[in-house]
């Protein structure tokens, strides 16, 4: 909210634009003032809404036109003053002062101040004043609101100033039609998604100690059980469908804040508005949706704390409606009701429905195709068919574990769309406290910390520590190698019998257990035509924890295109090697080095030989989240096909070949003496 409100008075002149301003300051009558009063600042801790507040007067003579001009543009609420005793100042405010506002661009509040009523008499009453103020209030729709006073007799003089703060601190126009004497839709959608948020058991209706905590949260205090029932008398008498056995409906809750519009209490509704995030636009605040977070830029890794574990676990169990351990499709969309809908259906959303704001931005991004070095386009692997890539269930519903590790997934990757969505379904406090950051591994060890899992660091405000339990790695190969059977068996998906060109990237998440810690293991592969790409871009390699490399057994000339992309890679990135289809006859690979014998020359465990088909994997997925784990134990430690040998080691090697040679002549010798020779030919 806003922390200071300039409050502009305009009118004919002689109306007691001045003496309002002294009676303001003064508390008294101070008659035959000059004309123009100076700026006048109130400090915050004097006003009621606790903001500092300018009051400036002004003149209506010819000569100052170009000052007050700017002083109406400068203006956050314009008190246009009338006084009651001279009608013509009224009939100037549509006639001249409302469309010479509007005629400047301005669209602010504008309170109708009538002064003077000490010597209008008594013969007017409400229901008149109503009469001639509603048509301006019609046609004129950023009048917010008439307030009379005396500046003679200090009457209402405080509640002038007061309405002027509301109009911009809780104004009318976002929330309520008052032409059409309707809450406007936007307001209503806020106001819809808040009760969802706050119906906690997702039973259509708040209960007594759900009401009383959305009392808690909004205005630190509880209602008393006398005040629930007047509440729920009120909501009966006229919205019978407001109420039923198990307590106030959406119908009942939206009833409730058109009627506190309607009295004037405004502040009650913006009030709960801003309490879950909206701003004056009725859109969730971008620092809302994206606090700050310090991230080191070059090897910052972000996952879920417990606390944010400990959210969805149980937001996946309020959903849960049939408590059969999975949410179907239904349910996921009830759950995802408060935000602008599924983050793995249509990663990166624009603005949603609900009155929400644009998930915020991601990192900015590289020249490469395929998008940011992080943010939504990397989430974009799970768009085609999410559920077929989730863990799910035998009737493809969704499974705790593959919520969570779709949500572990979703940090490692897009930290910024996991706290905005944190924010979306209603964490409660901060959502950087549901977020842990931590330093990656490098291979020279460079952590923080020691250990297997190493890589700690501080939290947010640098209170906490832990260890990293999310990895990502990716996963090249050339085409028709596996690499996409190999993701999907990693979910307990069927594998295709044929082959099908991956043509965007694909993404899969679950638990592994490597002793004895269960953490999450992210693989991701981009497709061949995106994988040299991937390979000589720094800023995304940055962001893996290890490379895997997939070549098929059967295919002479798979290897090859493996050790060429191995021989790109960043010497820092640590790599298992995959063979897959070992069901299949294997066949001697066209390079230069047989497969085991290359990685023995990078002192690299050899090829790990898996049949995706027969579900032989080998531990595969363990040995890539134990080598996550300790990486250093798989950094290649050279790219050129024969390590140099020191002078040493090649007399060595000489000396070797040399007498090699002389003990096969030696032999050949023997048997032609013999005559063995002779005889085998």
């Known amino acids: 909210m806003r922390r200071d409100v300039r409050i502009l008075l305009v009118g004919d002149d002689g109306v007691g634009k001045s003496t309002l301003i002294t009676s303001l300051i003064k508390e008294q009558f101070i008659p035959n003032i000059q004309h123009v009063v100076p700026e006048v600042t109130i400090p915050p801790e004097v006003t009621p809404e606790n903001v500092t507040t300018h009051i400036v007067d002004s003149s209506a003579r010819p000569e100052n036109a170009a000052q007050l001009e700017l002083e109406i543009r400068k203006a956050n609420v314009i008190c246009i003053v009338y006084a009651v005793d001279d009608h013509a100042t009224f009939e100037r405010i549509p006639l001249y002062w409302l469309p010479y506002i509007k005629s400047l661009g301005v669209n602010i509040p504008i309170v109708l101040v009538g002064n003077k009523i000490d010597i209008r008499g008594e013969d007017v009453t409400n229901e008149l004043l109503e009469e001639e103020i509603l048509p301006i209030m019609t046609e004129f729709k950023e009048v917010e609101t008439c307030v009379e006073c005396s500046a003679k007799q200090s009457l209402n003089i405080s509640e002038v100033f007061y309405f002027a703060q509301k109009a911009v601190l809780h104004p009318t126009a976002p929330l309520y039609d008052s032409r059409e004497h309707v809450m406007k839709p936007e307001c209503a959608a806020a106001l819809e998604r808040i009760f969802k948020l706050c119906d906690s058991d997702k039973d259509g209706a708040l209960n007594d100690d759900e009401l009383n905590e959305f009392q808690r949260k909004c205005f630190n205090a509880p209602l008393q059980q006398q005040e629930l029932e007047g509440v729920k008398d009120v909501v009966q008498e006229s919205d019978p469908e407001g109420l039923n056995d198990r307590g106030l409906t959406l119908s009942g809750f939206l009833f409730l804040h058109t009627l506190f519009i309607q009295k004037g209490r405004l502040e009650t509704t913006w009030t709960v508005l801003r309490k879950f995030g909206y701003g004056d636009d009725l859109s969730l605040r971008d620092e809302f949706l994206c606090p700050p977070l310090d991230v080191p830029t070059a090897d910052g890794v972000v996952e879920l704390s417990s606390a944010g574990h400990a959210f969805f676990t149980d937001l996946f169990r309020k959903h849960d409606v049939d408590q059969d351990g999975a949410l179907s499709p239904a349910e996921l969309d009830d759950l995802f009701a408060t935000s602008p809908g599924n983050p793995w259906v249509n990663p990166g959303a624009a603005a949603g429905t609900n009155g929400s704001a644009p998930t915020p931005a991601a990192s900015p991004s590289s020249s490469s195709t395929l998008g940011p070095v992080v943010g939504p386009a990397a989430l974009a692997a799970t768009t085609a068919g999410f559920l077929d890539a989730a863990l799910t269930n035998a009737s493809g519903a969704l499974t705790l574990q593959g919520f969570l590790s779709q949500w572990a997934m979703t940090t490692l990757l897009d930290y910024k769309t996991t706290l905005a969505y944190l924010a979306y379904l ?140 191995i021989k790109q890679l960043d010497s820092s990135i640590p790599c298992v090697i995959v063979a897959t289809k070992s069901d299949l006859d294997l066949v001697q690979q066209r390079y230069e080095v047989p497969p085991d014998v290359f990685c023995r020359q990078l002192e690299l465990d050899k090829p790990i030989h898996i049949s995706v088909k027969d579900n032989i994997m080998a531990d595969v997925y363990n040995v890539v989240s134990a080598v996550a784990m300790n990486p250093v134990s798989a950094i290649p430690k050279g790219k050129s096909r024969r390590p140099e040998r020191s002078p040493l080691g090649r007399y060595l090697a000489i000396t070797a070949a040399v007498g090699a040679t002389a003990a096969v002549g030696f032999a050949v010798w023997r048997m032609y003496k013999s005559g063995e020779l002779l005889k085998r030919f």
């Not at 996409?484 to 899969?508: E, G, I, N, S």
């Not at 893996?544 to 000339?557: G, I, K």
């Open 426 to 565: 209603g964490y409660d406090g901060d959502t950087r406290q549901a977020l842990k950051v931590l330093r990656r591994r490098r291979a020279g060890g460079s952590a923080s910390t020691s250990g297997a899992a190493a890589a700690a660091s501080a939290v947010v405000g640098g209170a906490r520590r832990g260890t990293r339990s999310a990895f990502l790695c990716y996963v090249f190969g050339a085409a028709g190698a596996g690499k996409t059977a190999l993701l999907r068996r990693f979910v307990d998906k069927p594998v295709a019998d044929h082959y099908t060109q991956t043509t965007r990237p694909l993404a899969v998440v679950n638990a592994v257990e490597v002793k004895g810690s269960e953490v999450y293991l992210v693989l991701q592969e981009f497709g061949s035509k995106y994988e040299s790409e991937v390979l000589t871009n720094r800023k995304r390699l940055e962001q893996c924890d290890v490379a895997l490399f997939v070549y098929d057994s059967s295919d002479v000339n798979s290897f090859a295109y493996v050790a060429q992309q």
